[in-house]
């Protein structure tokens, strides 16, 4: 079975600096998903940013990056010039291409603080 | 814009009553997921379904059961609600990508 792990329970980043979420999964396949989400205090989670595991180029979404390293099982999140609506909570997240593999499986979380 | 809605922002019931939560989403989704969200345990799925009247157990199927009577709504049910089934939950859908769209949440507490 695969696991999530953020190994950060809470992050704090100033306004306009940079921070980066880590997180860490476990796996046995060679062709999957990892995903990034963020959940506002609103409560309704919002995609961030998607990784497909066969492509080597690190998504990009605005401030908003990653670093996919395959081979470490390592899947971290970075935030450039933060911003006070960054503050959330943050999931990582892993499904398998597998089409039996219909699920998302998480991470524990890392609640993000922007201090202004 | 895709949107899962679901009944109930906060909901708060009496051990041993039977609960309904329901979502309903309006873009002809196939996949619809429950999940529950608990401090430091992050999403953890309860059910999903992947078509009408399909229905598979997720990692923490014990003491809910769900229905999907029609493609746009998935109803998560309590049998019996207890201390320990506190807790927020989200429903979530997706369609044929990968992206997977969220409900705003239900708080439930149960006393």
């Known amino acids: 079975a695969q696991t999530v792990t953020q190994s950060q329970p809470e992050m704090s980043v100033q306004e306009a600096e940079t921070v980066t979420l880590s997180c860490t999964y476990d796996t046995s396949e060679s062709d999957y998903y990892l995903f990034w989400y963020k959940q506002p205090p609103s409560r309704q989670m919002i995609l961030v940013i998607r990784q497909e595991a066969y492509k080597q180029q690190n998504a990009t979404e605005n401030r908003f990056s990653v670093n996919f390293q395959k081979a470490a099982k390592s899947f971290s999140l970075k935030i450039s010039d933060s911003q006070l609506g960054d503050a959330a909570m943050y999931f990582c997240a892993y499904r398998s291409a597998n089409n039996a593999g219909n699920m998302l499986t998480f991470g524990g979380g890392t609640r993000l603080m922007v201090k202004p | 814009d895709v949107k899962v809605t679901q009944s109930s922002r906060y909901l708060v019931k009496r051990t041993g009553e039977k609960v309904f939560l329901e979502c309903v989403q309006d873009m002809d989704h196939e996949n619809m997921f429950w999940y529950r969200q608990d401090p430091g345990l992050g999403l953890r799925l309860i059910y999903f379904?992947?078509?009408?009247?399909?229905?598979e157990k997720g990692d923490i199927p014990e003491g809910y059961s769900v229905s999907r009577e029609k493609k746009e709504r998935f109803s998560l049910i309590l049998e019996s609600a207890s201390t320990n089934q506190t807790s927020m939950y989200l429903c979530a859908s997706r369609g044929p990508g990968s992206k997977q769209y969220f409900g705003p949440g239900t708080r439930l507490t149960v006393t």
């Open positions: 379904s992947y078509d009408v009247k399909m229905k």
